[in-house]
């Protein structure tokens, strides 16, 4: 048995992170002065995370990909690494003094790995997150104590409103310091001190690519660093969602948390990447509840992404690569969105209802004793169109060329009244009851064939559309909501 020691004394213990760490020190647990195996605290656990073969994911593919699960960290993800990086380094700079409070913009998981330290060891937290940040993670930092503060996703970084501004006027305040995960070289320092030594020896050097998602770039800048510096022939593989930066011009928002950015962060050195791969929302999610499905691994979406670029790559190597995945985080963050299979439906992630039927399957399982379809004319007033509204609780309706009844086509249809127009008109206008409704004619409601997949319904709806027009070899049979379709899939 090992000689009784301090537990009390930090030094004895090898850390997985921070910048003085060595894994070859030994175990990160001592026995104490009972004999009993401990660690100090939660900080002296993070790192050393395991990896695990993903034989039925990888069946298609040569390789077996090989998966780094940091999802094991203390606090779920890999951000346990630098949270308590960030604030040593910080203490050992005087950045951070007793009583300080640690002001960061985050989407989620730095805010935990910096709250469990702020814990540890006493601050004040304050976050401030993005607005498309789910609900769960939010209330994970709150239950750590820390303060939360949501800012718009929809303005740009300069703006007053957007989350690095913010963080940056309360990052002013006395006492306050702000890590700043995309400026910190203690982020990717993290990686080259612990995540890239840890992926050496649990491969034993056998390593040829290293496959991750790019957010802030510390973990892909740091591993690939130290990787390829024991393996100049090593390749890193980017996995980035459609709509960032990094991979393309073509940016726009996407809903994949925590990965792809708008901009280069100084803690990215674009280098390292040897290949991108550039996949979409629809894939990610796909992938991570596949994922979670056939190998019992929870992972969030950016974890699909990563997967899904992994296996790209796998694709076009030898049966004997060894191919290693960062998975950053654990699906139980994302319950209420991509493992809700309502939210997804309404996303237009309909990849749970694939063999669902078509647009025609939806409409014949609506049956009740609504005619075919309930319209307008042009010439009615617009207190009829209100009436008929309010007659079939309904809020919105085609609008018909005179004249035309129950077989209607696609060329009668001249537009469509919407409850939001109208209230709009009668609030601006008292007159305007007695008006024609072709005074107040919205656009048409989007035109799907019953033989149309669901997908493509699927895909108006959540595009904005209110509702759609379904036609069957050229004549109107109804209007399709997204009640409609949630009620359809709900009832199979
Ligand atoms: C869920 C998730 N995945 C991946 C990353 C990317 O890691 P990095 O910032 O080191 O590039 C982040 C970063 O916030 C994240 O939250």
Same mark, same amino acid.
């Given at each position: 048995?090992?000689?009784?020691i301090?537990?009390?004394?930090?030094?004895?213990?090898?850390?997985?992170?921070?910048?003085?760490?060595?894994?070859?020190?030994?175990?990160?647990?001592?026995?104490?002065?009972?004999?009993?195996?401990?660690?100090?605290?939660?900080?002296?656990?993070?790192?050393?995370?395991?990896?695990?073969?993903?034989?039925?994911?990888?069946?298609?593919?040569?390789?077996t990909?090989?998966?780094?699960?940091?999802?094991?960290?203390?606090?779920?993800?890999?951000?346990?690494r630098?949270?308590?990086?960030?604030?040593e380094?910080?203490?050992?700079?005087?950045?951070?003094?007793?009583?300080?409070?640690?002001?960061?913009?985050?989407?989620?998981?730095?805010?935990?790995?910096l709250?469990?330290?702020?814990?540890?060891?006493?601050?004040?937290?304050?976050?401030?997150?993005?607005?498309?940040?789910?609900?769960?993670?939010?209330?994970?930092?709150?239950?750590?104590?820390?303060?939360?503060?949501?800012?718009?996703?929809?303005?740009?970084?300069?703006?007053?409103?957007?989350?690095?501004?913010?963080?940056?006027?309360?990052?002013?305040?006395?006492?306050?310091?702000?890590?700043?995960?995309?400026?910190?070289?203690?982020?990717?320092?993290?990686?080259?001190?612990?995540?890239?030594?840890?992926?050496?020896?649990?491969?034993?050097?056998?390593?040829?690519?290293?496959?991750?998602?790019? @957010?802030? &770039? =510390? *973990? #892909?800048?740091?591993?690939?660093?130290?990787?390829?510096?024991?393996n !100049?022939?090593?390749?890193? %593989?980017?996995?980035?969602?459609?709509?960032s930066?990094?991979?393309?011009?073509?940016?726009?928002?996407?809903?994949?948390?925590?990965?792809?950015?708008?901009?280069?962060p100084?803690t990215?050195?674009?280098?390292?990447?040897?290949?991108?791969?550039?996949?979409?929302?629809?894939?990610?999610?796909?992938?991570?509840?596949?994922?979670?499905?056939?190998?019992?691994?929870?992972?969030? @979406?950016? &974890? =699909? *992404? #990563?997967?899904?670029?992994?296996?790209?790559?796998?694709?076009?190597? !030898?049966?004997?690569?060894? %191919?290693?995945?960062?998975?950053?985080?654990?699906?139980?963050?994302?319950?209420?969105k991509?493992?809700?299979?309502?939210?997804?439906?309404?996303?237009?992630?309909?990849?749970?209802?694939s063999g669902?039927?078509?647009?025609?399957?939806?409409?014949?399982?609506?049956?009740?004793?609504?005619?075919?379809?309930?319209?307008?004319?042009?010439?009615?007033?617009?207190?009829?169109?209100? @009436?008929?509204?309010?007659?079939?609780?309904?809020?919105?309706?085609?609008?018909?060329?005179?004249?035309?009844?129950?077989?209607?086509?696609?060329?009668?249809?001249?537009?469509?009244?919407?409850?939001?127009?109208?209230?709009?008109?009668?609030?601006?206008?008292?007159?305007?009851?007695?008006?024609?409704?072709?005074?107040?004619?919205?656009p048409?409601?989007?035109?799907?064939?019953?033989d149309?997949?669901?997908?493509?319904?699927l895909?108006?709806?959540?595009?904005?559309?209110?509702?759609?027009?379904a036609?069957?070899?050229?004549?109107?049979?109804?209007?399709?909501?997204?009640?409609?379709?949630?009620?359809y899939?709900?009832?199979?």
């Amino acid at each position: 048995m090992n000689a009784p020691i301090d537990v009390t004394d930090r030094s004895i213990y090898s850390r997985s992170i921070g910048i003085e760490h060595d894994p070859s020190q030994g175990p990160r647990v001592h026995r104490d002065h009972l004999g009993r195996e401990v660690a100090p605290d939660l900080l002296a656990l993070m790192g050393d995370t395991p990896l695990v073969a993903l034989d039925k994911l990888s069946r298609d593919v040569p390789p077996t990909i090989v998966a780094k699960l940091e999802m094991l960290n203390p606090g779920g993800s890999v951000k346990d690494r630098i949270g308590i990086a960030m604030v040593e380094a910080a203490e050992a700079a005087g950045e951070l003094r007793p009583g300080g409070t640690i002001v960061e913009p985050t989407s989620g998981n730095t805010g935990v790995g910096l709250a469990i330290a702020a814990a540890r060891k006493g601050y004040r937290c304050i976050f401030v997150v993005p607005d498309k940040v789910s609900q769960d993670k939010i209330s994970l930092m709150r239950a750590y104590g820390a303060e939360v503060v949501v800012c718009p996703t929809a303005v740009d970084p300069k703006d007053p409103r957007s989350y690095y501004e913010v963080s940056d006027r309360l990052a002013e305040q006395p006492g306050a310091f702000k890590p700043n995960q995309y400026f910190n070289q203690a982020n990717p320092q993290t990686h080259i001190m612990s995540t890239g030594p840890e992926l050496w020896r649990q491969t034993g050097g056998n390593i040829d690519a290293f496959v991750c998602g790019v @957010g802030t &770039g =510390g *973990t #892909a800048t740091g591993v690939g660093r130290y990787l390829k510096e024991r393996n !100049p022939d090593l390749k890193v %593989i980017g996995a980035d969602p459609e709509g960032s930066l990094y991979s393309a011009d073509d940016v726009h928002p996407y809903l994949v948390e925590g990965i792809g950015e708008d901009f280069w962060p100084p803690t990215f050195d674009p280098d390292i990447v040897d290949v991108w791969e550039r996949v979409s929302d629809q894939e990610s999610f796909a992938m991570a509840r596949r994922c979670t499905r056939e190998e019992g691994i929870l992972i969030g @979406g950016s &974890g =699909g *992404t #990563a997967l899904v670029g992994a296996l790209r790559y796998a694709a076009t190597q !030898p049966e004997d690569a060894s %191919i290693v995945v960062l998975l950053p985080d654990s699906g139980r963050g994302y319950l209420t969105k991509l493992y809700d299979d309502t939210w997804m439906t309404e996303h237009g992630f309909v990849e749970h209802t694939s063999g669902a039927g078509s647009v025609g399957d939806v409409m014949a399982s609506k049956g009740g004793d609504l005619p075919p379809v309930v319209h307008l004319h042009p010439d009615e007033e617009v207190s009829a169109a209100i @009436g008929l509204l309010k007659e079939y609780g309904v809020s919105q309706m085609p609008v018909f060329a005179g004249g035309v009844h129950d077989d209607a086509s696609p060329d009668d249809v001249l537009g469509s009244v919407r409850e939001s127009a109208l209230l709009d008109v009668a609030l601006r206008d008292p007159a305007a009851m007695t008006k024609p409704i072709a005074e107040v004619l919205q656009p048409p409601l989007p035109m799907v064939s019953t033989d149309d997949a669901l997908d493509r319904a699927l895909a108006e709806l959540s595009s904005g559309a209110p509702a759609l027009l379904a036609h069957d070899t050229g004549r109107i049979v109804g209007v399709l909501t997204r009640a409609d379709v949630l009620a359809y899939l709900a009832d199979r």
